[in-house]
């Protein structure tokens, strides 16, 4: 059994910043592949960042330069510190977690894919203008 808390979503202005958290516990260990997707409404969920455990680093294009990733491996805990928000970045933010195995959806770090198996039940960020 692995969970995903994810906590930091809110309201801010564009141009401002959050942090969001997840919190993994249960069954996940630091091999595994943690990342952050989001969707926003009336669209479909897309892979926003992840980290592997040697700690490569992919970012999506539409966040590439704003967002950044890291994660806590000795507490088990995955950031996402995004900045210079737009309109756009209006999505539920989920927390994922996976391994080099087949799943509905997966990121692909350091060229590698990792389907995320495991996800949190989302945060709502929303990003006015």
């Known amino acids: 059994q692995v969970e995903l808390m994810e906590s930091g979503g809110g309201s801010v202005q564009a141009g401002g910043s959050l942090t969001l958290s997840c919190v993994a516990s249960?069954?996940?260990?630091?091999?595994?592949?943690m990342g952050w997707f989001r969707q926003a409404p009336g669209k479909e969920r897309e892979g926003v960042a992840g980290?592997?455990?040697?700690?490569?680093?992919m970012y999506e294009a539409p966040v590439k330069g704003r967002f950044t990733i890291s994660k806590d491996y000795a507490q088990k805990i995955l950031y996402l510190k995004m900045n210079s928000l737009k309109p756009e970045d209006t999505a539920v933010y989920y927390c994922?977690?996976?391994?080099?195995?087949?799943?509905?959806?997966?990121?692909?770090?350091?060229?590698?894919?990792?389907?995320?198996?495991?996800w949190g039940k989302g945060t709502l960020v929303t990003v006015s203008s």
């Open positions: 994922v977690a996976g391994g080099p195995r087949r799943a509905d959806m997966g990121l692909v770090v350091g060229g590698r894919y990792y389907g995320m198996e495991y």
């Open positions: 249960g069954s996940i260990d630091n091999s595994y592949t």
């Open positions: 980290i592997d455990s040697d700690g490569r680093i």
